[in-house]
C-alpha cells in the first residue's frame, strides 16, 4: 500500500503534530508500506528531498508568514498531478492549507484526516481568517473518508462546529515510545532545579508567564526552552529585559537523545497553553517521571490528576502560578498508562484497510 502523510511541517521542527506523523511513518515504513512525506519548507534552507529513518521526504517551497497557513502553490501542483498514485493520502492539521489541497485534489486516492483541530486560531486576525475558512475547511471534512481525532475533547469540539458524519469519525489518542522510556533513567546532575517547557513558541503556549514568574522564584530556579517558532523573538527580549539572562535557556532541534536527556533532568514539565487537541509533550514528561503544571483548558483538562499533573485556571493568576511552581516542582511523577507508537499505528493501519 502506497501511502502519502500531508503536513505543514516535519522534522527537524518539534511538535506534536510533527511527533505523530513522524513516528507513525517510520512505523509504516517498517511493515512494509510505501510512505512519502509531503511537507513544507518556508526558510527553504531544508534539504528538498531526503531519507529519515527509512521515511522518504519531499519538502516544498511555502508562504508561512507568522509560521501560519502554509501555502505553497508547488504541493498542490504535485498533488493534482500525483494523489491517484496513492492508496491512501493521509492530511493533517486543520488550520493549514496543506491538508486543504489534499481534499481539493482527491482522485482515486482514499483521505484519511487527522485534524489536530483547536477550535478557532491563535491571534485576533487568524480568528477572523477562521470564519471565511470554515467554509473551505468543511471542504476537508467532507471528502475525507475517515476522520481522526486524538482525544475525545478535539471531537467534541470538531462537532460543534461541523456537520461530521459519526461513521467516518475514529479517535485514536498519540502514543509513546514506551522502550525508550523504560530504559531512561531519571537523572538530575545539577544543584539548582529546572523549569522545561518543549514545543512550538506561539504566544497562546503560554511561555511567557513562566519567564515572568521567574524573577519572584528561588534564583536557584532555571527554565529551559526548547522549540522555535514566531514567539521566539519576543522571549528572548522578555528575558533580557527582566534580566533573566543566565536563569533562561533556549534550544532548538535537538536531537532525540538530547530531549529525552532534558525531559529526564527536568525537575518541572509546564505547559500553560490554552489550546491543544492533546498534549504529547506532557505525555513524554509524565513518562520521563517529570512532574507537570498545566493550563486547566482545552485537552490538557484530561492530563490533570493532582498527583502527577497540576492544573492552573485562566486567566492565569502570576500569585498562583507562582505558589503553584513552588508547591510541585521536585515532585516525583507516575507514568500513566499510555498506548505504545506501536499500538497507534495498529489502529491508523486499520483504518486504512478498512477504506
Known amino acids: 500500500m502506497r501511502i502519502a502523510q500531508v503536513t505543514p511541517f516535519y522534522h527537524p521542527h518539534i511538535g506534536g503534530v510533527e511527533t505523530n506523523v513522524k513516528e507513525i511513518s517510520e512505523r509504516l515504513t517498517k511493515r512494509g508500506f510505501k510512505v512519502d512525506v509531503l511537507t513544507t519548507d518556508a526558510s527553504g534552507k531544508l ?78 486576525l487568524r480568528n477572523l481568517l477562521h470564519i471565511p475558512y470554515k467554509y473551505l475547511g468543511a471542504n476537508i471534512f467532507e471528502k475525507a473518508d475517515r476522520v481522526i481525532f486524538v482525544s475525545n475533547y478535539e471531537k467534541v469540539l470538531a462537532t460543534k462546529k461541523f456537520d461530521l458524519d459519526e461513521k467516518k469519525i475514529v479517535v485514536i489518542p498519540n502514543g509513546i515510545d514506551t522502550k525508550e522510556f523504560e530504559a531512561l533513567e531519571k537523572k538530575r546532575d545539577h544543584n539548582d532545579k529546572v523549569i522545561l517547557y518543549v514545543g512550538r513558541l506561539e504566544k497562546y503556549k503560554g511561555v511567557q508567564y513562566v519567564v515572568s514568574a521567574l524573577p519572584k522564584l528561588d534564583r536557584r530556579i532555571r527554565l ?132
Open 47 to 124: 534539504p528538498r528531498e531526503e531519507i529519515i529513518d527509512g521515511v522518504e521526504v519531499r519538502r516544498f517551497r511555502s508562504w508561512a508568514p507568522n509560521e501560519a497557513y502554509f501555502f505553497s502553490p508547488a504541493l498542490k501542483k504535485w498533488l493534482a498531478r500525483k494523489s491517484g498514485d496513492y492508496h491512501i493520502v493521509h492530511a493533517h492539521v486543520y488550520s493549514a492549507f496543506p491538508a486543504l489541497y489534499a481534499a481539493e485534489t482527491k482522485g482515486a486516492n482514499r483521505l484519511v484526516f487527522t485534524s489536530h483541530y483547536h477550535g478557532g486560531a491563535h491571534t485576533l
Open 224 to 355: 529551559e526552552i526548547v522549540g522555535k517558532g514566531p514567539f521566539k523573538a519576543t522571549l528572548l527580549k522578555l528575558t533580557a529585559t527582566l534580566g533573566l539572562g543566565d536563569r533562561v535557556r533556549f534550544y532548538q532541534d535537538l536531537s532525540r537523545e538530547e530531549l529525552l536527556r532534558k525531559y529526564s533532568e527536568a525537575d518541572l514539565f509546564v505547559l500553560l497553553s490554552d489550546r491543544e487537541a492533546y498534549g504529547i509533550t506532557v505525555a513524554e514528561a509524565l513518562a520521563s517521571g517529570t512532574v507537570c503544571l498545566v493550563a486547566a483548558k482545552s485537552a490538557l483538562i484530561d492530563w490533570i490528576d493532582n498527583e502527577n499533573c497540576f492544573g492552573i485556571d485562566y486567566p492565569i493568576d502570576f500569585d498562583k502560578l507562582i505558589a503553584l511552581i513552588n508547591e510541585v516542582i521536585g515532585k516525583k511523577a507516575t507514568a500513566p498508562n499510555l498506548l505504545d507508537w506501536d499500538d497507534v499505528t495498529k489502529k491508523v493501519i486499520d483504518v486504512y484497510e478498512e477504506i
